[in-house]
T-cell receptor
Framework: GEDVEQSLFLSVREGDSSVINCTYTDSSSTYLYWYKQEPGAGLQLLTYIFSNMDMKQDQRLTVLLNKKDKHLSLRIADTQTGDSAIYFCADYGDNQGGKLIFGQGTELSVKP | DTEVTQTPKHLVMGMTNKKSLKCEQHMGHRAMYWYKQKAKKPPELMFVYSYEKLSINESVPSRFSPECPNSSLLNLHLHALQPEDSALYLC????????????FGQGTRLTVV
């Protein structure tokens, strides 16, 4: 089956930029999503990118997509302690018949 | 309104109990999903309803029974659960085929005792 991989942990200082990386295997991917999950909460949709785009920017968030290498990244500028959470990359492809495939999640820790 | 509302937020049930989880959205989405999530793990898909019909069942045990009474509501009926079924149960909605935003609810934290 298709796979999505992320590194498990990232630690940054407050005010620095954070870059969370994700790789996927599905060549039919149409949409790729970033979700944020704070402890005890549900998943909050941060942003998504269509597969024919290279970049999407939304305030402090920048998503880069390298379709050739099947690599997706989420950059958070001026990271704050409130950004501490688990970030999930998710992939939807035409071959997946309605399934959203999640990565393992990257736990972002922001130190003051 | 981009909200998916789940009730209850917390549920403790015995292994012989019958309970139901509820999910509601008013975004006009015609696909709704149930996911199960263990702590610090990614959500695992359980069921997908598309246009109120069950389109995906990921080999979920029959003690979990989904129901989609209309395009805004999704239920998950629980019966004779096991302690290992304790988890966060998440509901999500989108247009069919996830071709735009896919929104999740805050989840129901289920504990089976």
């Amino acid at each position: 089956g298709e796979d999505v991989e992320q590194s498990l942990f990232l630690s940054v200082r407050e005010g620095d930029s954070s870059v969370i990386n994700c790789t996927y295997t599905d060549s039919s991917s149409t949409y790729l999503y970033w979700y944020k999950q704070e402890p005890g909460a549900g998943l909050q949709l941060l942003t998504y990118i269509f597969s024919n785009m290279d970049m999407k920017q939304d305030q402090r968030l920048t998503v880069l997509l390298n379709k050739k290498d099947k690599h997706l990244s989420l950059r958070i500028a001026d990271t704050q302690t409130g950004d501490s959470a688990i970030y999930f990359c998710a992939d939807y492809g035409d071959n997946q018949g309605g399934k959203l495939i999640f990565g393992q999640g990257t736990e972002l820790s922001v130190k003051p | 309104d981009t909200e998916v509302t789940q009730t209850p937020k917390h549920l403790v049930m015995g292994m012989t109990n019958k309970k139901s989880l509820k999910c509601e959205q008013h975004m006009g989405h015609r696909a709704m999903y149930w996911y199960k999530q263990k702590a610090k793990k990614p959500p695992e898909l359980m069921f997908v309803y598309s246009y109120e019909k069950l389109s995906i069942n990921e080999s979920v045990p029959s003690r979990f029974s989904p129901e989609c009474p209309n395009s805004s509501l999704l239920n998950l009926h629980l019966h004779a659960l096991q302690p290992e079924d304790s988890a966060l149960y998440l509901c999500a909605s989108s247009q069919p085929r996830f071709n735009t935003e896919a929104f999740f609810g805050q989840g129901t934290r289920l504990t089976v005792v």
